[in-house]
């Protein structure tokens, strides 16, 4: 056998090993870059969708937790039999109503079982009670289930079947002064437009799903997959994530991954991934604890789907077009044209897992890595825009929901949560300056008589034409507010105790000389207290309301000023 030979068949020997080795490599290699892909799709898709979803409850959650505050329905809750707190609790749902997306609302009062409700079309006006709650009734049996737990906030996919309506229903647990449970609040979503915009995002190979902490689907794409009334249902019964999971270990261990994700020291919105079979196909299911509403958001990944091994397949014409020209630039092409391009690829795909998009520049060799190199910067320069986009917009809207929920809706003015944040600096200014501030409560005189002659509307004007002539007449640093139905309260600060009582004069004068010019005459009942450091929000408020019901006891109209021995100055 001649060297030729020998050498040629040493060539081609080497050359089949090296294709082998080659083709085994290219193998582990397509396979350990298409998991790391999509195990950063599957946490970018869980995050987003996530965001999503609690981007469109947040505001629903927070007007809902408003509702349930609503000392107006809380006294209605504790006297449901009274009918002109009923009325006024009417009043009180239906100014709900139209800020809630889906402008509906619920109220179930514990006493008596009574349940109201309205929906966007205003179909029950004037007619809110709808049933009574029936404890020996199942369809009735959330209700008193979320009594007996005391679960202040619950979410829940259920059919009301009096109502003939299925919907995500917010429910919040309303309480009394002494914290018990008078009843329960709260608001519906249209399923299936929530479905429609948070869930079926029609992208084929991804299966995007919300369970509760025991494992029982809430929202799905496919409806035949929801558990409805999971909270009345006994375990064994509901539609639970092992629907969806043939082998019993993908179920064991997607229960733990997500029992981990709820118990663990991890940081709120982790996600964590696992590889299971669905429908015969390995899938890469991701998932995320979202502790301000008890769920999990879930999404399946198909990755064969997604990302196809042969969309890599020219990687090999590469290999084998290197090898027929020399084992050595076979060397060389590998090592410049893939292995580094790969590794710097790899080290980026890991930089921007770890959430740092400031990875080095790639090389971008003039072949189908350069190319992958080039789509994932794109996809990285995008994923970093709609990263910031999402941040700023949850930032925004948080801010906003913040001041919504200090604002009084028909005033403008600070509302009861705004004015007790307001207080509350001002107690602690006080106590670490040793200084005082003043407290003007006023009330409206009448304002009943107003509304039943003349209506609601009317009195809803007075309130808003009171409360500019209120602005108007305090200092540009003072705080009003409406503290709540036809009261209003101002805290002075700083000032003093001869300021105080010179402004609180001085409104009361202006809403009464204003309001004759716009031939509508109101007047108001003044109460004003200088607080001294030391003494509690309770001695602050108790000692101004005292004086607002001397000042109406005295004839109306006026002012009195409670000084701290509960002494008190008539108007001049």
Known sequence: MSLKTRILLLAAALMLLS??????????LSQSIIERWGTQVAEIQVRYDS????????REVGLARQMSESTTLINWAQHPDDRILRAGAIREMESFRSNFRDNSYFVALRKNGHYYYNNGANQFAGNQFRYVLDPQNPDDAWFFQLISEGRDFHLNVNPDKEL????LWIDVLMRDPQGEIVGMVGTGLNLDGFLQDIVDINQPGITTMFVDVKGAIQLHRDRSYIDFASIIKPEGQKNTLDL?????????????????LRQGPGTAGEVASSFVTVNGRRHLAGAAFLPTIGWFEVTLLDLNTLLPNRYLWPLI???????????????LAIRRRIIQPLSGLESAVKAVAEGNFAYPALRKPDNEIGRLAGHFETMAKRLEESTHNLETQVYYRTEELHRLARVDALTGLRNRRGL?????AEMERSRRQQTGFGLIWLDIDLFKSINDRQGHQ????????VALWLKASVRPYD???????DEFVVVLSPCNAETMAQIAHRVRASIEQDSRLTDTPVTVSVGAYFSHPGDTLDDILHRADQALYLAKDKGRNRVCVADHYNKESSPA
């Open 420 to 424: 007790d944040e307001i207080l509350a």
């Open 458 to 465: 009317a009195g809803d004007d007075i309130l808003c034409r």
């Open 51 to 58: 965001a999503r979803l609690l981007q469109s409850l947040e």
């Open 479 to 485: 705080h009003p507010g409406r503290w709540g139905g």
């Open 19 to 28: 294709s082998v080795a080659s083709l085994l490599a290219y193998r582990e």
């Open 244 to 260: 969806l999971l043939e082998k019993p270990a993908d179920k064991r261990e997607m229960m733990n991954l997500l029992e981990s």
């Open 317 to 331: 014409a590469v290999f084998l077009v290197a090898l027929v020209v020399t084992l050595l630039v076979f060397q």
């Open 164 to 167: 003939g309506v299925t919907k």
